[in-house]
């Protein structure tokens, strides 16, 4: 999403691109498509069905450890090269095979977005149901179960939830999202707090908090450590190109860093938050924490319910929930218009609204997957978990072990340090120097093994 139309200052690139206006844009931006559906929806639904607060903390380990560098090198690579997903590794690795990590970020965007937008619709319908008052506080569970089992009003909020972020790609976005998120993204922290300190308050509340905080290790297995994994790099945005992509509109005095940092612990306080808000409420009201997806929409309208002006703050809720996960389409999105503008020199209206139409497609699957193909189960999963386990299980770990790969092998050190430090201007370059040996080594190896023993093909 590039949001505003001054040329860069990149001296090899032609045709003039655009970039971000202000760092601070930048850093909202990226965080922008950071923070979405993975916080509020994902990061509590896989908490309550892994264990708590041991998967917590190995989510926190995934996060510090693997995806601070991955994503510090993705951005960098998007930098470098001022390039969509797939071209920067061709012109920064010329005949290499290396482009077909942007390949498989293309592919990941869509397949993501299939059962994405699903979510994102239940979303918009729930702001929709709050504002009519068809949100009744003891009914949230049988609401819940109508909103996902009816195809044809699925599909419609899907699409139109779809339509939202194509828009806004199309329009090529100008200053207006980027002062749009930066005014709605403290908007929702509050609102969160709020929710927060309400659910807090509810009788049975530590019950919650020690779900989430007090870890009980005999809970990790294999499947939960990639479970983690997946998560860390859905959460970031990571692994399939979204991040390189905003990289390439950043300004060369950008401090890359600095940036990631800022995306990282930002984007986890948010999830840590929406876990404060759901979980004292789970315990409080007597749900299963192992409720899955529909965590989030059957206890935030009971949480709100008996506060005064509950159904103003539960419209509030979904409305920025909504607003977040558009935030993260739009990345999504940009990341195939970027590529297909850019190679094959379509508009940006012409390849948004192919690329709109793809993930469109694939989104029925994933809608009628919660009700009439419940039953479909290719490889034991029905599609919507089907698209959900391939994206973030293993295209996008796959995909940030090429990105750890390129930035530890293809760029020397001293190439890597430079870049990063803005050619000696940030005074990083002994932390950059232990990064690099993080991507060059460390990364791709844990990643690796991690994937192979969530996947069965190795035993640990
Ligand atoms: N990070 C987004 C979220 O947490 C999802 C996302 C994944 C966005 C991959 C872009 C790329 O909701």
């Not at 190995?58 to 693997?66: D, S």
């Not at 034991?380 to 973030?392: C, P």
């Not at 991507?439 to 069965?456: D, E, S, Y």
Request: hydrophobic fraction near 55%; proline fraction near 5%.
């Amino acid at each position: 999403m590039p949001p505003h139309d001054q040329p860069s200052t990149s001296s090899k690139n032609p045709v003039p691109r655009e970039a971000f206006a202000t760092s601070l844009g930048a850093v909202v931006v990226a965080l922008g498509s950071a923070v979405g559906l993975g916080n509020i929806w994902k990061f509590p639904a896989l908490v309550g069905q892994n264990g708590g607060a041991a998967f917590v903390l190995l989510y926190l380990v995934c996060v510090a450890g693997v995806g601070l560098p991955v994503l510090i090198a993705e951005l960098q690579i998007g930098r470098r090269a001022r390039a969509n997903a797939v071209s920067a590794f061709r012109k920064l690795a010329p005949g290499k095979g290396w482009r077909l990590i942007g390949i498989s970020g293309v592919i990941a965007a869509v397949i993501i977005m299939a059962f994405y937008t699903d979510v994102a619709g239940w979303v918009y319908s729930y702001a929709f149901k709050a504002l009519t008052g068809g949100l009744a506080a003891d009914q949230t569970g049988a609401i819940f179960d109508q909103t996902i089992g009816s195809p044809v009003s699925s599909l419609i909020w899907q699409y139109l939830a779809l339509a939202v972020p194509t828009i806004v790609v199309i329009m090529g976005v100008g200053k207006g999202i980027e002062r749009v998120i930066k005014r709605l993204m403290p908007l929702l922290l509050t609102l969160l707090i709020i929710c927060g300190i309400r659910a807090l308050s509810l009788p049975g509340a530590s019950e919650g908090l020690a779900f989430l905080f007090r870890p009980d290790l005999s809970k990790i297995s294999a499947t939960v450590v990639l479970t983690a994994l997946g998560l860390a790099f859905f959460k970031l945005s990571l692994g399939m190109g979204a991040m390189l992509t905003y990289g390439s509109y950043m300004s060369d005095a950008q401090s890359i860093p600095g940036t990631a940092a800022k995306v990282v612990i930002a984007d986890t306080l948010v999830s840590l938050l929406a876990g404060i808000a759901i979980f004292p409420a789970v315990f409080a009201f007597g749900y299963a924490p192992t409720e899955g997806p529909g965590l989030l929409f059957v206890t935030i309208p009971s949480v709100f319910a008996e506060m005064p002006f509950g159904a103003v703050f539960t419209f509030l809720f979904f409305v920025l929930t909504a607003v977040a996960a558009t935030g993260a389409m739009i990345s999504l999105v940009e990341v195939p218009v970027a590529f297909i503008h850019e190679t094959l020199g379509w508009s940006r209206r012409k390849a948004g609204l192919w690329t709109a139409a793809v993930m469109a497609l694939l989104g029925v699957p994933a809608a009628l997957s919660t009700s009439v193909w419940s039953s479909i189960k290719p490889f034991g999963l029905t599609f919507f978990d089907l698209f959900d386990f391939v994206s973030s299980n293993i295209l996008l770990p796959v995909g940030g072990i090429g990105i750890a790969l390129f930035a530890g092998w293809v760029w020397s050190k001293d190439l890597f340090v430079k870049s990063v430090s803005n050619e000696g201007s940030l005074h990083n370059q002994g932390l950059m120097s232990a990064i690099h040996g993080l991507l060059r080594f460390a990364t791709p190896v844990a990643v690796t093994i991690v994937l192979l023993n969530g996947l069965g093909f190795i035993k640990i």
